[in-house]
């Protein structure tokens, strides 16, 4: 991940560690690295399991297909 304030710096992040200098003063807290790919990950995750539940070509039944014709002539 780049650093917030130095474009020319990156750190390896992950949720349990972090390679920025913040993390190595605080180790038993959470850098604010760590706290924004916490952040994408749960929007990620979020975003994943909203697409598999409304998902209209998954479904299986006759809205979806009728779903998939509308969206296939632009309705």
């Given at each position: 991940m780049t650093s917030f304030t130095d474009s020319n710096k990156t750190y390896n992040v992950t949720p349990e560690h972090?390679?920025?200098p913040a993390?190595?003063?605080?180790?038993?807290?959470?850098?604010?690295h760590q706290t924004?790919?916490?952040?994408?990950?749960?929007?990620?995750?979020?975003?994943g399991l909203l697409f598999i539940r409304f998902d209209c070509r998954a479904n299986g039944d006759?809205?979806?297909h009728r779903c998939n014709f509308e969206?296939?002539?632009?309705?």
């Open positions: 972090c390679t920025c993390k190595r003063w605080n180790p038993n807290k959470q850098c604010k924004a790919l916490i952040h994408e990950l749960n929007r990620a995750t979020i975003f006759e809205v979806t969206l296939s002539i632009g309705a």
